[in-house]
C-alpha cells in the first residue's frame, strides 16, 4: 500500500487505543498518504488504559505529527494536551491531537465528521427535529454537532436519565432527555449505541411504525453495513446511512489538521469499502 519510502525524515502519525489492531484508521490514513504521495505513515500504538495521557504526552519528544485517540483514551487525550478546540473543551474528550511544532492540540472530528456525512445525502440538520439513541462519547459528540448545526431541536434516550440529560445539556436549550417514542416526531433518528452490531436487536426495541418516509435513521454502526435498526426502517420507507461515512469524514478532518493537505477522500471511502466487502 505504501508508495514511499519510509526514512528518517518519514513523518509519523497513528492511533493510541486499547484493543487497537483492528483500527481501520491505518488503512483510512495510509491510504490518504500514499494517494497524495506524501512522505508520511500512520501506525496503531496499544496502549493500555491509564496510560493514554502519558502516551499523548510524549509525542512532543517522539516528534509524532498527529495521533487519532480511540477508546478508552479521549477524556485522558483532551487532559494531556496543551490547547482545545473549542468542541473537544465543551466535550471534555478529544479523538485527535496535533502536533504543532512540539505544542499539543486536541480536537473531536466525531461530530463534524457526522455532519459531513450527513451532507454528502444532502442532508442538513438545519431546523431539524432530531432523536439520538445513546449517551456515550460518539452520542455526546453527535448531539453537540446536531445543535452547532442549528438543528431545532435534540432529543437524547438513554438507560441512566443522569447521562442522557447531561449529553442533552451539550445542546444546550434545543436539548431535552425524552423516550425511544419520540422517534415519531424525530427528522432524523440516529443510534449511537452499540445495539445492533452483533445481535439482531433494534435498539430500545424501537417500535417500526414510528418510522417512515420523510425521516432520515442513521446507524453510527458501519460493521455490519446494514444494522437491525437501518434494515427495518428501509423496510417502512425511510432514508438510512450507516457509519461508514461518518468514519471517513472523521478521518478526513484529521487527515487536513496534520497535513493541511485537502483528503482524497474517494480514495479513501473505496479503501474501507473494498474492506469490508472482503470481509463478507
Ligand atoms: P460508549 O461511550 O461506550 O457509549 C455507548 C452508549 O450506548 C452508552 O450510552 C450506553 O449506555 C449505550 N448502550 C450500550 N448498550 C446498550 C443497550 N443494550 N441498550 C441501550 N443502550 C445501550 O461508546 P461510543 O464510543 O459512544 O460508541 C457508540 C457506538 O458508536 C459504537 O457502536 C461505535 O462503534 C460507534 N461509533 C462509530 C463511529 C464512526 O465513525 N462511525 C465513531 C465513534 C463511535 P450505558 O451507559 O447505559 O451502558
Known sequence: MLTVAIDGRTNVAGVIGDPVEHSISP???NTAFSTLGLDWVYVAFPVPA???????AAMADLGIRGLSVTMPHK?????????????A??????????????????DSTDGPGFIDSLAEHGWSPE??????????GAARAVVLALAQAEAKSV?????????????????????TAGSVGDAGEADLVVNATPVGMTTSEVPFELDPGLL??????????????LTPLL??????GAATTNGLGMLVHQAARQFRAWTGQEPPLEAMSAAVVAHFSQLR
Open 127 to 136: 431546523g431539524k427535529r432530531c432523536l439520538v439513541l445513546g449517551a456515550g
Open 212 to 225: 417512515g418516509p420523510g425521516q432520515l435513521v442513521a446507524d453510527l454502526i458501519y460493521a455490519p453495513a
Open 231 to 236: 434494515a427495518v426502517a428501509r423496510e417502512r
Open 75 to 87: 477524556v485522558a487525550a483532551a487532559r494531556a494536551c496543551e490547547r482545545l478546540t473549542p468542541v
Open 89 to 106: 473543551e465543551q466535550l471534555g474528550a478529544a479523538n485527535t491531537v496535533t502536533n504543532l511544532s512540539g505544542s499539543l492540540v486536541g
Open 27 to 29: 488503512l483510512l490514513h
Open 50 to 56: 491509564g496510560r493514554g495521557e502519558a502516551a499523548v
Open 155 to 175: 432529543v437524547v434516550v438513554a438507560r441512566q436519565r443522569e447521562q442522557a440529560l447531561a449529553a442533552a445539556a451539550l445542546a444546550g436549550a434545543s436539548g
